[in-house]
């Protein structure tokens, strides 16, 4: 969602966005859609870059959950 508020925010349609990241409008569609969980570090790496935006990834320690 953040994505999509900023390209808002700058006036960046689907298709501007597609050619600065030199893909097809497509590809910007699978991007915004919550629903895609195959979106690599690097494609997110070159959105940021895009928006101007600082891209911050960390782990997170594991929560196991025990059942009986």
Do not use: G, P, W, Y
């Not at 953040?2 to 689907?14: A, F, G, N, Y």
């Not at 097809?24 to 895009?50: C, F, G, H, P």
Request: net charge positive.
């Amino acid at each position: 969602r953040q994505i999509e508020q900023t390209m808002q925010e700058r006036d960046l349609s689907k298709t501007k966005m597609a050619q600065a990241m030199r893909t097809s409008r497509a590809a910007i569609n699978r991007l915004l859609d919550e629903q895609n969980t195959s979106i690599t570090l690097i494609t997110m790496v070159r959105v940021a870059e895009i928006l101007d935006k600082k891209l911050i990834c960390h782990l997170q320690k594991k929560v196991t959950i025990f059942t009986v």
